[in-house]
């Protein structure tokens, strides 16, 4: 059965703002139980290793869904995200789908992490899946395929929206955004209503649009992989 390889970020704080960040817990919980339910195996890994931090905001009882708590209560699963594997040392061969979760601390640390684009790069021309949700997408920028174009220039896909990163009231504290940024490598940029659950397949390259879609990301993947068994 397939391997699946979540990538987190290692940065816990905004550089020039005197506020936390981090892994958006939720992304990464409706993204895994999807993969638990139906008996796969998954690791987690960032660009660092080990503790990733998960965003306050992201665990506010206005924001934490009852699978959330379920989660975060999990010792098991915690302790993954407080021991992730190093990118530097992943196998990408022994992984079939790759998923970028987000949070706003990715901006800082995704972008330019070649280990993390080699991997991808690796499970892609292995015809493997390449993911991500929300902020995620920023992990895709860099990405080149076998060819050495950039994976996504041409490809329809989702990420963190403007209007959504304007609704957040962050759009000013990040030193670009994440559409803006999908455009600028000639991917197709696609969106739904803010805060909606929005999930986009173009060949094997499967995103999300914020931190409502990280289930819809993984049911697609999913079926994916059961047509391919």
Known sequence: MSKIL????????????????????????HFADEFYKNGYEIDFVSPKGGYTP???????????????????????FMNKLGNTLKASEINPDLYDVIYYAG???VIW????????????H???TNHGIVSSVCHGAIGLLNIKDSEDNFLINGKELTGFSNSEEIEAGLDQH??????????NRGAKYVKEANWSSYAVQDDRLVTGQ????????????????????
């Open 54 to 76: 998960i965003d306050p905001e992201s665990l506010k009882a206005e924001v934490m869904t009852e699978l959330d708590w379920k989660y975060y209560q999990d010792t098991e």
């Open 109 to 120: 640390d995704f972008k330019d992490d070649k280990n993390l684009q080699e991997i991808s």
């Open 210 to 229: 914020n931190p409502q879609s990280g289930q819809a990301v993984a049911i697609k993947i999913i079926e994916m992989l059961n047509k391919q068994d």
């Open 174 to 183: 990040v030193p670009y955004l994440t559409e803006d940024e999908l455009k």
């Open 103 to 105: 949070g706003h601390g």
């Open 6 to 29: 979540i990538a987190v970020t290692s940065v816990s704080k905004y550089p020039e703002l005197d506020r936390a960040t981090g892994l958006w817990l939720g992304e990464a919980v």
């Open 122 to 124: 690796k499970v892609y």
